[in-house]
């Protein structure tokens, strides 16, 4: 099996600098699936994010609230084409805030900054630190969180 | 037909109010999670995360790994899971999430469990019926490993009148 042209050549460490943006191409709508399935997928046993009835008059909008980790799992993966094609480990996130619910129907698109790039020791590798927006159909911020990547970098990236 | 009077049926109350937390209290989770391949790939595709190190097995393999990488994100959020009866369930928004690290990758077949210990429980000026409690959550692997911690803040309701701890 060829393993080049399966990931595209761009996303390696030397593609980012501080400050670069990023508006992704596509955003996602919000449902059954992406909510209420992967929500009791993950063992998630509060009912507010798959029991509708029990959401009825909530203070925090009617119907199911989609739970925060969900909402930036999908912002983490809209951006993940352009920030972590050709990434060799998820290092960890930070600064991870829920400014505003989310409920089966909304639609998010992901937004990215670039805040810190970070050599690092070795010569295969470097660390990119990125600042993800989560946003809504009607262009409210619902969630931000910051992540860090190990990417490789593009003179050992393409053998 | 003649059906019994469901309100005098005792709930069987699940999750934990505010008072119920003090600091360095520590909770083992319920249940643990082997993650399978059958989960990755649901999740990565149902959150747009089509990254061939998650889903192309043979990919994953070439950049030296045994099997494919388990979406990290996937592990966050089942290591929240199963820590979501003992420390969030009783109702509460999720504020927010500190210094998550990803010590080490996960693969299909990984048995994962989680604990916690209560950092900080404090009241919240503004809002009467709920206070504010920080937690350090860890997960292991099967072996015993490290394999994420992150501290995760949570409004949590106060205690009302007749409701008791579950």
């Known amino acids: 099996m060829t393993f080049s042209g399966l990931t595209a050549d761009s996303g390696?460490?030397?593609?980012?600098?501080?400050?670069?943006?990023?508006?992704?191409?596509?955003?996602?709508?919000?449902?059954?699936?992406?909510?209420?399935?992967?929500?009791?997928?993950?063992?998630?046993?509060?009912?507010?994010?798959?029991?509708?009835?029990?959401?009825?008059?909530?203070?925090?909008?009617?119907?199911?609230?989609?739970?925060?980790?969900?909402?930036?799992?999908?912002?983490v993966g809209l951006a993940s084409q352009d920030t972590a094609e050709n990434a060799v480990a998820d290092l960890g996130l930070d600064k991870v805030r829920f400014a505003k619910p989310v409920h089966h129907g909304d639609t998010l698109y992901s937004y990215t900054e670039v805040i810190a790039v970070d050599e690092g020791p070795g010569d295969e590798s470097g660390e990119v630190r990125f600042k993800h927006w989560g946003v809504n159909q009607h262009g409210d911020v619902v969630c931000e969180l910051e992540r860090r990547v190990l990417l490789k970098r593009r003179r050992t990236g393409t053998e | 037909m003649d059906q019994p009077d469901f309100s005098t049926f005792p709930l069987a109350r699940k999750g934990r109010s505010f008072e119920a937390f003090a600091e360095g209290q520590g909770y083992q989770h319920h249940w643990g999670r082997t993650l399978t391949d059958g989960d990755n790939a649901l999740f990565c595709t149902a959150t747009c995360n089509w990254n061939p190190m998650h889903l192309n097995t043979e990919y994953a393999r070439a950049q030296g790994h045994p099997d494919v990488v388990i979406n990290p994100m996937l592990v966050l959020c089942t290591v929240i899971g199963l820590s979501v009866e003992d420390l969030s369930e009783a109702g509460g928004l999720f504020l927010g999430m500190?210094?998550?690290?990803?010590?080490?990758?996960?693969?299909?077949?990984?048995?994962?469990?989680?604990?916690?210990?209560?950092?900080?429980?404090?009241?919240?000026?503004?809002?009467?019926?709920?206070?504010?409690?920080?937690?350090?959550?860890?997960?292991?692997?099967?072996?015993?490993?490290?394999?994420?911690?992150?501290?995760?803040?949570?409004?949590?309701?106060?205690?009302?009148r007749g409701i008791e701890d579950g």
Request: hydrophobic share 35%; with cysteine; aromatic share 8%.
């Open chain 1, 12 to 75: 390696y460490f030397e593609d980012f600098q501080v400050g670069q943006r990023m508006r992704h191409y596509r955003g996602a709508t919000i449902d059954e699936v992406e909510n209420n399935c992967l929500s009791k997928l993950v063992m998630n046993t509060a009912q507010a994010h798959w029991n509708e009835d029990s959401m009825a008059g909530s203070p925090l909008g009617e119907g199911r609230l989609v739970f925060g980790l969900i909402t930036a799992s999908v912002v």
């Open chain 2, 98 to 160: 500190e210094d998550c690290i990803f010590h080490r990758s996960v693969h299909p077949g990984d048995t994962l469990t989680a604990r916690s210990t209560v950092l900080e429980a404090r009241t919240s000026s503004s809002r009467p019926n709920a206070g504010i409690v920080t937690w350090h959550t860890e997960a292991f692997n099967q072996h015993g490993e490290l394999v994420v911690d992150f501290r995760r803040t949570n409004l949590v309701v106060r205690r009302r």
